[in-house]
């Protein structure tokens, strides 16, 4: 796997003595260390006096951008596992090579606790204290929630299952279409888990609009799928050593528990005839920068090499079928409602508000065959979402729209998390259009100045 993530501790300091750092084994080709990303810092002592000061909260949760002199380039290291060869003796994958992350930061107090990280951390205890947090903030507004474990990861970990709605809707929740959204399938995205922290603050806001959502959706919640990665620093690999978002199709219950019982509580919901109507993975970026959609259209796809893009439209190859004239026009209609589905939804992010954090020209839709195998197209195929989405998030910043030039930050991804579920407010027919309880957007309040 291609290994990117670390997160360290540093002590025994001097103040402002410039300390260079190199790491290694970074195995990426391409890195956003090489392009105005900096790595983030916490200091011990700069925490200490914040809360001497009586301050309850502070910008990234004390996590700064530091870092100068840094570049990324190919070293002289290879890794030891010998070449892989198929059935035929020829080569499936070449030596690996490493590459160094090199940068150098100064420390503004002695002998001071310093942790660095290529990202924002979010931990698995993280988790599980904002999962108390969420309940307690539940039991003083007028929804039901619940959570539960959906099953035991390979180290036996719990992988929380949240279900949240609303009480004042007659209709039993199982009436209600569903929402499912996930994250951490791999571990070193921690931005995914920041934005799905907006989602919850925003389902628990308990304004007009969290209300809106509550009282016409089920919304069943995974927010890390791959805990035993996130806990042993891995990149994006499971313990059993592969990437969970390429096992979805046929997961095996044993090796990849978290992928099977998730896909397999949606074949649950789906036997029993419930809607899903949205499907979002979130994830984080490490090549682009920033934040956009990958769906699924029928007019992009693989696997239907009779369709054809003519004057903006698609048309089916009749030479290739016998279907008479009727049948012809409902398979068109259906392609092209499927694809205003899959795209009507970054649309109406992006119209949130001004400063919408939503790239809408990298949103992509096309439906690719090394893609077959991962959650969202997976769930488009199965259960015919045609909301079915991965939502990446950069891990390093933006190069359009309101915050360009600006590094990522938390409120960035919080910010996200809480469009998120106002554009399926202004989507969604089965919402009010009443948007009197829309929370203000503003300029984002913890954004990071460009290098």
Known sequence: MTGQWFYFQITNMQ?????RFN????????????RGMQPVCFSLNDAMVLISRGSSSCQNGGWKRKGTNISYYRNNYKDNIPPQKDTEGNRKRDIARFYTLTFTLKFDHADDIVYVAY????????LQGNLLKWKEKAESIEVLFETQTLTQTLAGLPVSLITITGSARPEAP??????VLTARVHPSESNSSYVMDGVMDFLLSDTQDSRTLLREFVFKIVP???????????????????????QWTSPSPDIFPTIYHTKNLMDYLH??????????????????????????????????????EEEGFAIFDRRDNGDNGEEL????????????????????????SSTSTISIRQCSYEVQQV???CGRVTVWRRFGCPRSYTLESSLCGFDSGPFQGQQMAIGHLHQTGRDLLKALVKQSPKCSSDKSGELPLQNCPDQENPR
């Not at 790491?23 to 090489?34: R, T």
């Not at 924002?120 to 993280?126: A, D, H, L």
């Not at 199982?174 to 929402?179: F, G, L, N």
């Open 329 to 352: 026009t409902k398979r068109i209609v259906s392609a092209i409602d499927s694809d205003i589905d899959a795209k009507g939804f970054p649309l109406s992010m992006k119209r949130i």
């Open 224 to 246: 890390m799928l791959n805990p035993d990665g996130v806990i042993c620093g891995n990149s994006r690999c499971s313990l059993a050593g592969v990437d969970l978002n390429r």
């Open 119 to 126: 990202h924002f951390p979010y931990t698995f205890s993280t």
């Open 271 to 308: 036997n029993l005839g419930k809607e899903l109507y949205l499907f979002v993975d979130l994830h984080g970026h490490s090549n682009q920068k920033n934040i956009f959609f990958y769906g699924c259209s029928p007019l992009n796809d693989w696997q239907r090499p009779n369709i054809e």
């Open 23 to 34: 790491i290694i084994n970074c195995q990426k080709p391409a890195c956003f260390f090489g």
């Open 174 to 179: 199982q009436e209600k279409p569903y929402v």
């Open 15 to 19: 103040a402002n003595v410039p300390y």
């Open 371 to 373: 893609r077959e195998t």
